[in-house]
């Protein structure tokens, strides 16, 4: 990228475009109605060709504000290189200022699956600030609507049992948090062999496309982090930045680190011969999920110890390199 960032609004979301890949920025009035063959809402010409002209905002799924007589606001339109040829993304507001020193593009973790790396080129970090970096190659489908995907298939993985062995186990560090699937639990347990860190405050920037449970991503230290929230996107960016706690996958997602929001409590624990391991029956908890390696007791809470590899495998909608492990 050159020194100049160009970003593109939707409302108050900003996405990050390559100076050099525009060809033009223009008011939306210049757009015309497509011919029969044509996709998108709309089309303008820009030098002797015809580019069709996209929503941003709805094909990100953000809200789309429409003025009186039902057309669009004073927008603009910004036109940029493809493969295919140039194509418009009707926009809100195009910016330019000057790009950090320090600023990079980092890769989106393959978690978010390949629709979102489809859109998406990467996460530009430029000093306090993460903005996605807009794709050039959007693949238009029957529909005249960009990145139509199908619906995600189902995967499945089986628990892994906790030991019953009466030697004291290792570190865990206990949480409480709404992010995860219900399983009678009040607490949750990871191994603290797992945990990466704690941070407070880190930007959770929102993925269109991407592929539940991750409901978005921060940057920390260099390396983009998948966030990770089996609620709805909106019930987590709705809220204050929240406790984050960094855990490092296993297995077929060894070397990556994903992010769980928490409650402010977390515990440093070891548990002993005396925190008895708990029926999920007789606790009324039912048939725990594949993801709970087991339940414990601690302090009278109900702690259940998770396995992240099979919370990641384990959900309805997993990303393509889950499938492809045979998770």
């Given at each position: ?94 910016s ?12 989106l ?78 607490r949750y ?65 060894a ?55 099979a ?17």
């Open positions: 990228m050159n020194d100049t960032l160009v970003s593109c609004a939707v409302g108050n979301v900003e996405y990050a475009l390559r100076a050099g890949d525009i060809i033009a920025v223009m008011r939306a009035e210049r757009m015309r109605a497509p011919a029969a063959c044509e996709g998108g809402i709309g089309v303008v010409t820009v030098g002797g060709q015809r580019a069709s002209v996209y929503p941003l905002g709805a094909t990100a799924g953000l809200p789309v504000v429409a003025d009186d007589s039902g057309g669009p606001r004073d927008r603009h339109i910004v036109v940029l290189r493809s493969e295919t040829g140039p194509v418009g993304w009707l926009v809100d507001h195009v330019r200022s000057r790009l950090p020193e320090r600023a990079h593009v980092l890769p973790p393959p978690l978010v699956g390949a629709r979102a790396q489809r859109w998406f080129d990467g996460v530009l970090s430029a000093g306090d600030r993460a903005m996605l970096l807009l794709s050039l190659s959007p693949a238009t489908h029957g529909d005249g609507s960009p990145f139509a995907e199908g619906a995600p298939t189902r995967a499945h993985r089986t628990s892994m049992p906790m030991s019953t062995s009466t030697a004291d186990g290792p570190l865990v560090v206990t949480f409480g948090t709404d992010a995860l699937p219900q399983c009678g639990a009040s347990a990871v191994s603290a062999r797992r945990v990466a860190g704690v941070e407070s405050g880190l930007e959770v920037v929102a993925v269109p496309g991407s592929e539940s449970p991750v409901i978005g991503v921060s940057v920390w230290r260099g390396e983009v982090l998948p966030v990770i929230d089996f609620r709805t996107a909106a019930a987590f960016l709705g809220a204050e930045r929240q406790r984050l706690l960094i855990v490092r996958c296993g297995g077929p997602f070397g990556t680190s994903v992010a769980i929001p928490i409650d402010a409590e977390t515990t440093l624990c070891q548990p002993t011969r005396d925190n008895a391991l708990v029926d999920p029956v007789h606790a009324g908890a039912g048939t725990i999920p594949g993801y709970v390696a087991g339940l414990f007791d601690f302090r009278g809470q109900m702690v259940a110890l998770i396995d992240p590899d919370l990641l495998c384990g959900q309805d909608a997993v990303s393509a390199t889950a499938k492809q492990a045979g998770c």
